[in-house]
């Protein structure tokens, strides 16, 4: 457990999201200090805590996303709940939701309602296509928009169909560019006198960024890009090679100088001369006869040869991981990527740790994923909301 209080140390941020990308935003918000309060429907919690490998029936992708989140159980659809989240609201910094356009409005809890509890609020608004547009109704997930913003197209082998990632790729990008969209928008509140505003944050739009130029080659050239596989068309060598021990390396030539050392270290340093060589994407041309030349000598090299090798003559290359390596790498090791933490469930968990090294400020896990509805009363006296009154709306279904 790292230690710190970080640089958003004194936010209030209220968590009313569901899979994946608006907890991740707040996870990381709150790895760097912020308090988050976790708003989850009484009787249907976060489909988070059951989404994926669970351990005593407690999911361990919960224990990671639901961090330094304190939980409230919390029906906003009942007006009497709706009305607590306005009062949580009046003291917060930041609100995350991400359900389907329209919902917040039916509740009772448009953009109005909550500018006028809080004009400072920041509301970031998560979904599928956006707040507009003719998808903007549509339930979406990752999935789909993987599908839909080129990944799946250029992702695979030339001669297979489109792949979809095996996790939670376009939530992930979602999640982590929401958190940098919510510090701009803070930014701009308290340091540049500006007041609160609505972040509108589409799951397809940040992963449609992240595959890259694709449309404006389109759109230029009338070329579409294909898949290729583990190859590239902007460099070559570029692909995974087998050891004679079985296992995976990466190699990359991004830099043009390093595919120079590439061809010298495989004894091949002719073709440095060639004036094809001189450019990645002339290279790319070619990469059948690079592909054989790296891969034959890989081929007969165990995987340690090969790392000493590549590493002695300064050229890139990298093992394909599994959890197994993962945990055991050094690298992850010295730089603490994976950290134990306490869990009041399970005991100790191994984690990834927060996502940034600051020097000043550093982020800390203070809590892994807490149980449905566990802060429920402590959170509701804080906002002055009496006994009798909590009685009340746990009576009625409100809270949990």
């Not at 009046?90 to 006028?116: C, I, K, M, Q, Y």
């Not at 509890?117 to 998560?126: D, H, K, Q, S």
């Not at 560019?177 to 609160?196: I, K, N, P, Q, T």
């Not at 190859?231 to 296992?247: E, I, K, Q, V």
Request: hydrophobic share 40%.
């Amino acid at each position: 457990m790292t230690d710190g209080s970080g640089p958003l140390a004194g936010l209030r941020v209220i968590d009313c999201s569901t899979i994946l990308a608006g907890p991740l935003t707040c996870q990381i918000l709150g790895d760097f200090g912020a308090e988050v309060i976790k708003v989850e429907h009484p009787l249907r919690p976060d489909g988070m805590r059951g989404h994926g490998t669970a351990v005593d029936g407690h999911g361990l992708w919960w224990k990671e996303v639901g961090r330094n989140k304190r939980t409230l159980g919390l029906d906003l659809s009942r007006p009497e709940g709706a009305e607590v989240l306005i009062e949580l609201v009046r003291s917060a910094d930041v609100l995350v939701e991400n359900f389907r356009p329209g919902t917040l409005e039916r509740w009772g809890l448009d953009w109005d309602t909550l500018r006028s509890a809080n004009p400072g609020l920041i509301l970031l608004r998560v979904t599928g296509f956006g707040q507009e547009g003719p998808y903007s109704g549509r339930p979406a997930f990752g999935t789909l928009v993987e599908a839909m913003s080129g990944f799946a197209h250029l992702t695979g082998q030339p001669d297979g169909p489109p792949t979809l990632p095996a996790f939670g790729l376009a939530d992930s990008i979602a999640g982590i560019s929401g958190a940098s969209a919510v510090s701009m928008a803070l930014y701009h509140r308290d340091a540049r006198g500006g007041e609160g505003q609505i972040i509108d944050l589409s799951l397809l739009e940040p992963i449609m960024t992240a595959v890259g130029p694709a449309p404006t080659i389109y759109d230029r050239t009338g070329t579409a890009l294909e898949r290729q596989g583990n190859r590239s068309s902007n460099n070559a060598p570029r692909n995974l090679y087998r050891t004679s021990d079985g296992h995976w390396v990466a190699v990359s030539t991004s830099a043009d100088a390093i595919a120079v050392r590439v061809v010298e270290l495989v004894g091949r340093p002719d073709l440095a001369t060639e004036p094809w060589f001189a450019t990645g994407s002339q290279r790319a041309a070619h990469h059948e006869l690079l592909d054989a030349v790296v891969g034959d000598w890989i081929g007969e090299r165990t995987r340690d040869e090969v790392m000493t090798a590549f590493e002695g003559a300064g050229a890139a290359v990298a093992p394909v991981y599994g959890p197994a390596d993962i945990v055991a790498d050094p690298q992850v090791r010295a730089r603490e990527m994976l950290v134990h933490v306490p869990d009041e469930d399970l005991g100790d968990l191994l984690q990834h740790n927060v996502l940034y090294r600051m020097s000043a400020t550093p982020g800390s896990i203070r809590s892994t994923g807490r149980r449905h509805g566990a802060d429920t009363d402590e959170i509701l006296t804080e906002l002055g909301i009496d006994h009798d009154r909590i009685r009340a709306l746990r009576s009625s279904g409100a809270v949990a």
